[in-house]
DNA sequence: CTGAAAGCGCTTACAG
DNA sequence: CTGAAAGCGCTTACAG
């Protein structure tokens, strides 16, 4: 790989004036900058990232953390993030931590040793500590889906109308009965989701039928025992609303498995729509979360932190999108 | 951030005394080393890798060059490389080319210049010349699920067997007319899955009847196009095989929108099953490839060749998996 | 067993 | 308009 060392002998200048050159960062007298291009073609010269950010101080590098990409909505977000990072000039560094917290503080740590500017994540709430020691240490940080807390800016839906506004929609359909499937409450957006759920079943005096349990729950047998689990509690049950996609999927699966139809028996939402609601056999009513627009507007928070002077930083802000509802043949 | 400077004083030693205590680079003598670890304790020190990497001419990073996430093999194989690689003390830089060779290439163009130390990629074949030429400049690379450099290892899934193996399934379980739903033959595992598809059929003295494009096609729409086509060319049609999931899927919508039955009118298979197939209302029988194992292989390929000294490099490997038939309740 | 020095490839005041 | 020099935070021969 050619320096600019070599650039400079090939183009009889000193490196600094090569590297003002192509940074533009001063004039340069247009034949010597001529020079100097040609010289940068011949050696087709690429300047080494990891000289310029140990200089600078900056990596041009954000660190994605969530739980997992399969089947949920971070595999949109995670993408959203990544090529909106590389137009603005910036790599991307991911984690998986499976919501385990000593994979995820294992991550942070990494991250937090010049690997990366700026991190979004989508956390576990069980490292806050790092997190907030990692943000005062001068690292760019925003929460995306998660937000844990309050001092770390965030961007996330609107959970709580979520829960909310389904009761309200499935109710105005007929259902008198409606169950919910969630995930453990320690995490903001299952809590919300269901603090929404239960304020409307209490406005409209309905009894409520819950299935949750201490894990985020984020997977297919989950849902599907949930759905026994709510049919065993409520065996009159005409509706289903299930906080994320896999566990609709499951859900759809569990009743077909018991001969209830969908949705004339019982009606379905899943109020965490990803792109494959409608690419089901039943498709699948939902509230579709704008994970591409998050994923953006995460980037470009975290990206204007990493790049506002030190004096000036853009205070905390917290970032709410609305779901929207989108009618397929499950409800 | 504490550096090695801030440590040394603090432990009154210089600061390669330090490096060499913290590396286990050469013997330090244990009082030196105990208020070594002391300073490095109370000053929180971590090192600066963008230091280390520039000195050592090491990232301890791989990049991870993907078309897309989201319900593709790619996402549980992307999960895979990242936390194998986290295991080996590697971060994983991640890009999403959409398959545009364009975007790859600077994907590309970026990765080689002090980002990475090596790169798995599944490409789009269309930048083999850059590929060659960052391995030649001493990047490690290999190429997973597309191999389309010989001259630079691989790890694949064989998909000729795949195509050749679900003909002579679906024959023994009375299909005739069996149908073909496939991607762009420009790229290596859909023209393998369909050179096994064709040379079943010839032994069998069975029709063709395909659906292809020169697109990817690795797109729902796609996937539900190419159902209605193959049903138009041949009605007699008794057995559908899906190169992806995703067309798996489409091609299940599809049937249902004509209210053709599955399995009972016509059988359907996926080629590339990727543990989505067993969580659908009609579940899908697949030929599952062993995403995370072939993850975790290309990663240790990858990171062998990092780490071997220069002059004795590993030679260019190529490996093959096997699917495996997963029957369920589509055939 | 440890220190002083050079250098990885760049950028950026400082002169002139 | 351009060069010489310092320095980002490390590691690693080289002495001693």
């Known amino acids: 790989m050619a320096t600019l060392k070599d650039v400079a002998r090939l183009a009889c200048v ?114 806050g500590h790092l997190l907030r020691d990692i943000h005062a240490g001068g690292i760019a940080v925003t929460q995306i889906v998660r937000k844990q807390e309050g001092s770390i800016s965030s961007v996330i839906a609107d959970y709580d109308a979520c829960g909310y506004d389904t009761v309200r929609y499935l109710y105005s359909r007929g259902c008198r009965e409606i169950g919910l499937i969630n995930g453990t409450t320690s995490l903001a957006p299952y809590r919300e989701r269901y603090n929404g759920y239960h304020r409307a079943m209490e406005e409209l005096g309905l009894t409520e039928t819950c299935a949750t349990s201490p894990m985020p729950g984020n997977n297919f047998e989950y849902g599907y025992q949930c759905t026994e689990d709510l049919l065993n509690q409520n065996p009159e049950l005409d509706a289903i609303m299930a906080a994320v996609d896999i566990q609709g999927m499951a859900a759809i699966r569990a009743l077909k498995d ?61 970032l709410v999108f609305s779901a929207s509802l989108v009618e397929r043949e499950s409800s």
């Open 258 to 318: 018991r001969n209830i139809r969908v949705p004339e028996q019982i009606r379905l939402v899943s109020l965490t729509g990803h792109s494959i609601g409608g690419l089901l056999e039943t498709t699948m009513t939902s509230l579709e979360i704008p994970a591409h627009e998050m994923g953006e507007k995460a980037t470009h928070m975290v990206i204007d932190e990493i790049e506002a002077p030190s004096d000036n930083k853009p205070s905390v802000q917290h």
């Open 14 to 127: 000193d490196v600094s004036t090569v590297s003002r050159a192509l940074n533009n960062t001063s004039y340069v007298h247009p034949d010597t900058k001529a020079r100097i291009f040609a010289a940068v073609k011949e050696l087709s010269y690429q300047p080494n990232v990891l000289a310029q950010g140990l200089r600078q101080g900056k990596r041009h590098t954000i660190g994605v953390v969530v739980p997992r990409l399969h089947l949920t909505l971070f595999a949109d977000i995670t993408q959203s993030i990544e090529s909106e990072s590389r137009k603005l000039g910036y790599a991307t560094l991911i984690c998986h931590t499976e919501d385990d917290p000593v994979i995820e503080k294992e991550c942070l740590n990494r991250l937090r040793n010049g690997f990366v500017d700026g991190i979004i994540i989508a956390g576990t709430g069980r490292n």
